[in-house]
């Protein structure tokens, strides 16, 4: 299957001096990509899902100015027993300017690694396949 895909809007406020999207403001591009995934791919909203990020890496290809929408592609190449790795393009007019990568851990009530939910290993598994070159 294709990457999960959505459109993230870019705000005015995401902006730098110079008119680009600030370095920073690109994990809060990923954390909606990671929040729709959640949404339409596992059908349970995120903040409900028990889990906490565990790292988060960004890699900038081009600089992104304009406040025109971008679109960030989803898919999940590892899944683990109590992690997900979700990896991320940052496009714009069909060019990648940023790929990113997180890995998520689900977390019990001790607030220790727990199971991924089945429901997430389901969509992990139907988003694993990057996107084609």
Do not use: I, K, Q
């Not at 683990?80 to 009530?109: H, I, K, M, N, P």
Request: proline share 7%.
């Amino acid at each position: 299957m294709s990457p999960f895909e959505t459109t993230v809007a870019v705000r005015y406020r995401d902006l730098d001096p110079m008119g680009h999207v600030n370095n920073a403001v690109y994990a809060s591009y990923l954390e909606t990509a990671r929040n729709d995934f959640f949404r339409e791919a596992v059908g349970v909203e995120l903040s409900e899902a028990d889990a906490v990020l565990a790292s988060l890496s960004l890699e900038f290809h081009a600089p992104l100015a304009g406040t025109d929408p971008v679109t960030v592609l989803v898919w999940t190449p590892e899944t683990g027993e109590t992690s997900c790795t979700f990896a991320y393009e940052v496009r714009r007019d069909g060019r990648t300017v940023a790929e990113g990568e997180t890995v998520l851990v689900t977390v019990g009530a001790d607030g220790e690694p727990a199971a991924l939910p089945d429901r997430l290993r389901t969509a992990a598994a139907d988003y694993a396949d990057p996107p084609e070159s």
